[in-house]
């Protein structure tokens, strides 16, 4: 079955600690996606990349990285610089054209810093 | 900038309709989404809607588009305890290739027995 696989599903870290969320699509989809989501404020764009070897900033970029070195992987590195890491996040993919590319999401990590 | 806004939460009876409603900013989108959430899971894919149509029908889902107004509506027909969940509605960022969409807030759906 095709589909986009998160792990863990739970991850808790110390702070100061970097930590990576990985994210891998069967779909052969070209663009992936990093959202995180935090309860009444809907899913805000971290990161994206519409092909190998490039990755655009979302929104909300700062404290995190990413790399995209296969088609199929797009992992995220929470960053002791981000402020605030505690929340669930989200990967999705997409064929990536601009005309009807629904995302396919992830199950989510949610992630627990303290 | 775009902007989606949904009301935060809607409480129903079993077997009542539910009607789930969203504004978008962006006049450019192309394609307008309805996702679901569970809880502790992604979001699902549940109908979307071209901007040059005025209304879609899937089974018991009715989504109605008014581009005058930028308003979007996802209405639920006979809505059952297992349709409680989060719903966001997207739009696509149209003025770009990038495949991005912008979400709302999310609706909490609560359907009571």
């Known amino acids: 079955d095709g589909g986009i ?5 739970y991850l808790f870290r110390k702070e100061g600690q970097n930590v990576t969320l990985s994210c891998e699509q069967n779909l052969n989809h070209d663009a992936m996606y990093w959202y995180r989501q ?9 990161y994206y990349s519409q092909i190998v070897n490039d990755f655009q900033k979302g929104d909300i970029a700062e404290g995190y990285s990413v790399s995209r070195e296969k088609k199929e992987s797009f992992p995220l590195t929470v960053t002791s610089a981000q402020k605030n890491p505690t929340a669930f996040y989200l990967c999705a993919s997409s064929t990536g054209t601009v005309y009807n590319s629904p995302l396919h999401f992830g199950n989510g990590t949610r992630l627990t810093v303290t | ?29 192309t394609y307008l989404y309805w996702y679901k959430q569970e809880p502790g899971a992604g979001l699902q ?13 899937d089974q018991r889902l009715t989504v109605l588009l008014n581009k005058k107004d930028k308003h979007l509506s996802l209405r639920i027909a006979d809505t059952q305890t297992g349709d409680s969940a989060i ?3 997207a739009e696509s960022w149209g003025s770009s290739n990038t495949g991005k969409l912008i979400f709302g807030q999310g609706t909490t759906l609560q359907v009571k027995p």
Do not use: A, H
């Open chain 1, 38 to 46: 935090d309860p009444g404020q809907g899913l805000r764009l971290i």
């Open chain 2, 1 to 29: 900038g775009e902007d989606v806004e949904q009301s935060l939460f809607l409480s129903v009876r079993e077997g009542d309709s539910s009607v789930i409603n969203c504004t978008y900013t962006d006049s450019s989108s």
């Open chain 2, 87 to 89: 719903y966001f509605c």
């Open chain 2, 45 to 57: 894919l549940l109908t979307y809607i071209f901007s040059n149509m005025d209304m879609k029908q």
């Open chain 1, 5 to 9: 696989t998160q792990s863990p599903k």
